[in-house]
């Protein structure tokens, strides 16, 4: 659930945002889109690992799905942003609904697996079908409003988009739907046995992580006025599971840290080192040791720390038995 101390996170950090491109500084305004970008596609992949418990490592196929679709439509067909955009969305709901229905009758690590298959699936059309995406050369030249040519019109539309999927996933982490899921996480036995079709729940949340992951691979799209068969790779959906454990996976904010500490990393590193791969490996490294639920939780113990040493922090065991029984009692 997202606590009211992390609400007031998300509207610090918001504000934030929408006092960049006040500052002057036009290379700032592009790293707020792409960490605003970052975010909403950690927070869509944290929508299915964080709240029910099903590890993705093909995460990025609906990225790419979503990205791809919507500058092919405006570029090649001619559509308008307001339908080209909601139907790449819908789009990748859609895959997500197929590729999920054959996801979530495997658990654990086969789970993990086929959702890399079907990934590397989804990367292999991009790049083989080289009329239609422009193969491995990438999707170049979109064809966008001339506002969303400028860095100002790209940074808006994405500031919109971010807060309002933000929100909307927001309210399905404290919805009763949201419980549920954590109910499932913590004890799928049990949850099936209080009444929840746990098989039909696993796949609600495959096909909502997809949908918000196209719209984060729509806004990529967008920006840089193309798309690249690598955003459908196996590497793309290493990269966001980090931004992920980063910032920890049972916090709604998680992601966001995540994506913040990571995309701040990664240009800190690049900027004063030759092999900064490298360096960003140890860094995070030394991190997960530090904090190995997330930087998130490990604040939060920090800060509930008695004088004495005791921490006042409840199991999450007991988190998901409180959720297991109102999921029971909505589904009775």
């Not at 490592?57 to 990205?67: C, D, K, L, N, P």
């Not at 570029?75 to 990748?92: D, H, K």
């Not at 290493?238 to 709604?252: C, E, K, P």
């Not at 690049?270 to 092999?275: I, K, L, M, T």
């Amino acid at each position: 659930m997202c606590s009211p101390l992390q609400t007031r996170f998300l509207i610090a950090f918001f504000a934030a945002l929408a006092c960049l491109p006040l500052l002057g500084l036009p290379n700032l305004v592009d790293r707020g889109t792409q960490v605003m970008i970052l975010c909403l596609f950690a927070l869509s992949l944290n929508a299915l690992i964080g709240h029910i418990g099903s590890i993705s490592f093909g995460h990025a196929a609906f990225y790419a799905i979503g990205g791809y679709t919507c500058v092919i439509l405006m570029t090649r067909l001619g559509a308008p942003l307001w339908l080209a955009m909601p139907a790449a969305i819908a789009l990748g709901a859609l895959c997500a609904l197929v590729i999920g229905y054959f996801c979530v009758r495997l658990n654990d690590i086969y789970f993990a697996m086929l959702t890399l298959a079907f990934s590397m699936l989804v990367w292999a059309v991009a790049y083989k079908w080289k009329d239609v995406t422009g193969g491995g050369d990438g999707f170049v030249g979109a064809k966008v409003p001339d506002w969303l040519r400028e860095r100002h019109g790209i940074f808006w539309l994405t500031f919109v988009v971010v807060a309002l999927s933000t929100a909307a996933l927001r309210m399905l982490s404290n919805s009763t739907m949201g419980q549920t899921f954590i109910a499932i996480r913590e004890n799928a036995t049990r949850a099936a046995f209080v009444g929840v079709n746990v098989r039909r729940m696993r796949l609600t949340a495959f096909v909502i992580a997809g949908a918000f992951g196209s719209v984060a691979g729509c806004l990529m799209a967008l920006m840089i006025r193309g798309m690249f068969p690598e955003s459908a790779f196996w590497a793309e959906s290493g990269r966001v599971m980090i931004v992920v454990l980063l910032g920890g996976m049972h916090a709604f904010i998680g992601p966001i840290v995540g994506a913040i500490v990571l995309f701040l990393l990664e240009v800190s590193t690049a900027q004063h080192f030759e092999y900064w791969p490298f360096v960003l490996g140890l860094v995070l490294l030394a991190i997960v040791m530090v904090a190995p639920d997330g930087l998130v939780s490990r604040v939060a113990r920090l800060l509930t720390r008695r004088p004495g040493g005791v921490v006042q922090a409840g199991g999450t065991a007991a988190a998901g038995q409180a959720a297991a029984d109102t999921a029971g009692s909505s589904h009775a």
